[in-house]
């Protein structure tokens, strides 16, 4: 069983930075394709950013495109969020995804991800 934990949300005024970790055990890091999205009150599960099983490949969503950066680290179990010019909007809690079926190269919606992490908060004070 594949065991995704998340880490690196807090609190953060508009214009500053955090970075979130994401480490997953139980599996071989390298087979999983990786994903993160945000869920704010109210609102539904949405794509933020996801990356291929090498780390080749990636996606952002239109909203945190030139922002926000997806990238990996196979050596060390991790994935990463670098999320620069925060808004208040960027608010949610942040989930990592892991997918370990098929052979595209990164995935962007919530469904096709087969492990999910409890999530971290980010608030991104105005």
């Known amino acids: 069983q594949v065991q995704v934990v998340e880490s690196g949300g807090g609190l953060v005024q508009t214009g500053g930075s955090l970075r979130l970790s994401c480490a997953a055990s139980?599996?071989?890091?390298?087979?999983?394709?990786m994903g993160w999205f945000r869920q704010a009150p109210g609102k539904e599960r949405e794509f933020v950013a996801a990356i291929s099983r090498s780390g080749g490949n990636s996606g952002h969503s239109d909203s945190v495109k030139g922002r926000f950066t997806i990238s990996r680290d196979n050596a060390k179990n991790t994935v990463y969020l670098q999320m620069d010019s925060l808004k208040p909007e960027d608010t949610a809690v942040y989930y990592c995804?892991?997918?370990?079926?098929?052979?595209?190269?990164?995935?962007?919606?919530?469904?096709?991800?087969?492990?999910w992490g409890q999530g971290t908060q980010v608030t991104v004070s105005s």
């Open positions: 139980g599996g071989t890091f390298s087979s999983y394709a």
């Open positions: 995804a892991a997918r370990g079926r098929g052979y595209g190269t990164y995935y962007v919606i919530p469904n096709e991800y087969d492990y």
